[in-house]
């Protein structure tokens, strides 16, 4: 701990406030708030930290700063507004997340529809939702749909018929656009769809049971049938209502659970008009605020944004309250309109659903921690099957793309510890493009190598291809006096040298005359596969830049030339040709470029 940190501690207020945690380099760590910043900040660095990532934190950590707030709203809402500017590593962080979809009904117009949305907006429109499971939503709808025969056309192409369309024929749609039916008569239909909606389905499937009772005693056989079919389709809808919670009430449920080295996850259990609708998890693998704090921050970040769609419901079950509970309630008040609270269950149905909850999050961390171990032991098998010294710490892959006569590109992606790394991922064009695949590999793998390119090797260089880009590639590698070791892999082909998704890839090493032996779907396969597919992606990405953008200069190819120092240089030396021209000593004394760099840069334009 610094001398200026270990003053700052001392001297803490006893107001509430926000923390901000800093490193050395000035960079925001955390952001926090409390009711008492003297309590609240000494806690962490008195005793031992509980958590793996608190202690994490606190080796980072080199300074703080406070900010002195009248109260605790205050408070939040400025840890709110922090955390969105700086995004600190430590905090819960939602990004990922996406917005799940709504149910819209805009009850104004003269013969509604039920659409999908992505953001409840306020234009009067009725909502149903969130629904995180998406397919069920889809075929609820379709199943609403088909029994209530609703439209189904947008409002633009339904303004402009005039005459039915294929649905009315099919008799899936009751044809309100030639007046087929009464407003009265379809907005009926549309009220008994929006109660099987807002989870009152019930009372329609005993009306329908009734009406087809009914039926069968009217000796009105084929209207009975009808209805029956109708009752077995309402009644698969309403099994995605089929965990009771035993109230008619709107709430969200929050489970949570960590593991040993401090990743935390959170699963939301959504229940509308007493009928658990779906749930979905977040994982925090960072966060290193204290474990009470938790259920508190995310519910932050969770509503926070009021163009997502996300409106708290009134009652919120969580499995303990933080400090400050009080104000945030107060907040999630304001959001909503409506008095939200917060409740923290004892007995009863309500902390039996909390205890679902958190054996969804702890199932899912459970999860979460096997994926975590899936590039390890992908790594290790890698190692055995290229009889490697040990596990590859860095796998780079090399894919070649051609775009019929607009050019040739190359990429080179790199994943360390099994996992992506892009800030070590590089494009390459080849301009003029050398003859055939082979030479345009061994161009790149020229590029990559040289002498004047400063980067560290790989501890394995994969292929796109098979066993000539294997062989172009050595012949290259060994004029460069360079040792890497090589691997090609090669789509399955069928019979007649198709390529075929259905037969499995086949691995190709240098001195080994068949193909390597990978179990299909084994781990090993899979991040291969996964680092090729990753080459072709980015290699695609590229082509579809440079047609959107035009042709680039190639200055922007070279490591450490970036946009700004590539203009500068063509505006003193007019143009590639004739920087290509220079030595790298005239270079270097005519551009703000060291000569490292100036090499480089000559070296690269001698391929041109």
Known sequence: MSSSLDEKLKHLPDHPGIYQFLDRAGRVLYVGKAVSLNKRVRSYFTGKPDRAKTALLLTKVDDLEIIITDSEVEALLLENNLIKKYRPPFNVDLKDDKNYPYVR?????????????????????????????????????????????????????????????????????????????????YHRKVAS???????????????????????????EFERAAVLRNAIEDLEQVLANQAIDAGRNEDMDILGSSALANGASAIYLLTIRRGNVIGGRPFFFPEYAGLPEDLPGAFLQRHYCDAGSGEIPPPLIILSRSGEGASVLAAWLTGLRGSRVKLLVPERGRRLQLLRLAEKNAADFLARQERNDDFPASALVEIARICRLEAAPEIIEGVDISNLQDEGVVASLVCFRAGKASKSDYRHYRLCPAPPDDFAR?????????????????????????????????????EELDVSVP???????????????????????????????????????????????????RFAINYHRLLRKKGRQTLLLEIDGVGEKRAQQMLKIFGSVEAIAQLSPEELADNSAVSLLLARRIISFLSFY
């Open 441 to 477: 590999m061994a161009a790149v793998i020229r590029r990559r190598f040289g002498t004047d390119n400063p980067r560290p090797h790989p501890e394995l260089l994969l292929l796109d291809g098979g066993r000539p880009q294997l062989k172009a590639v050595l012949r290259v590698l």
């Open 193 to 219: 769809a929006a109660l099987i909606l807002g989870g009152r389905g019930r009372p329609v499937l005993r009306s329908l049971k009734r009406d087809m009772s009914r039926a069968a005693a009217a000796l």
């Open 486 to 536: 090589l691997l090609a892999i090669a789509k399955g082909r069928d019979e007649r040298g198709g390529k075929d998704s259905t037969v499995p890839d086949s691995f190709y090493q240098p001195g080994r005359k068949d193909a390597l032996r990978l179990v299909l779907n084994s781990p090993a396969y899979r991040l291969l596969q996964q680092i090729r597919d990753e080459a072709h």
């Open 105 to 185: 009904l805009d009850r104004k117009q003269r013969f509604p529809r039920f659409e999908i949305v992505r953001r409840r907006q306020a234009d009067g429109a009725r909502y149903f939702g969130p629904y995180p499971a998406v397919a069920a939503l889809r075929q609820t709808l379709a199943q609403l749909n088909k029994h209530f025969r609703l439209r189904r056309c947008r409002s633009e192409r339904f303004a402009n018929r005039v005459r039915p369309c294929l649905n009315f024929q099919m008799k899936l749609c009751v044809g309100p656009c030639c007046e087929n039916v009464s407003v009265a008569e």
